[in-house]
């Protein structure tokens, strides 16, 4: 069949859909995420889509576009680098940069909190509490949209506070807070 006849479908390159924020709120987020999401923001305009511009174009100069594996490949990923440059400037339009810092030797838990709790089951965990797009669970970072972080916030050292589950409500009291240095 001629390839004139056939189109791949390739779903709305456009639609950027953000992770959703309760009604009403910001976009919280430290001084070091906002840094690194605007450090990757301007690597991908100055470095990275100019190269994949210049690896296009030479794919395209080499003739035949209908098999031409480097054309079609950085055609693509220049397609995935303008949808990433799109979802970081409107997160950085939106952003509220909180510098938890403010809150050293603190005993309230407040964004940017670092959380050590105990559970029913007596295990201690400790939690950092970060913003949407910069929170990593491989770290123990947790949004502050998260049911941890929404059960902690405004509590103090000392208190217990009741955390919804999938499996009911559970009690955690909190240990310890404690806020970067400044």
């Known amino acids: 069949m001629s390839k004139a006849f056939t189109r791949e479908i390739e779903g709305d390159d456009d639609d950027i859909t953000l992770p959703p924020l309760p009604t009403g709120s910001k976009n919280y987020i430290t001084p070091q995420g906002y840094a690194a999401l605007r450090a990757e923001l301007f690597a991908l305009i100055d470095e990275e889509r100019p190269r994949m511009v210049d690896i296009v174009h030479w794919a395209a100069s080499n003739g035949d576009r209908s098999e031409n594996g480097d054309y079609i490949y950085g055609k693509k990923r220049l397609r995935e680098i303008d949808r990433r440059i799109r979802f970081l400037t409107k997160r950085l339009e939106i952003a509220e940069v909180t510098d938890p810092r403010v809150h050293h030797g603190g005993d309230q838990v407040f964004f940017g909190a670092t959380v050590t709790y105990v559970d029913e089951a007596d295990v201690a965990r400790t939690v950092t509490i970060m913003g949407i797009d910069e929170a990593d669970s491989l770290k123990a970072q947790v949004t502050w949209v998260s049911p941890i972080a929404r059960a902690l916030l405004k509590a103090r050292e000392g208190d217990v506070v ?17 806020y970067p240095q400044t």
């Open 162 to 178: 009741k955390l919804v589950t999938p499996v009911g409500v559970q009690e955690v009291e909190v240990l310890s807070v404690r």
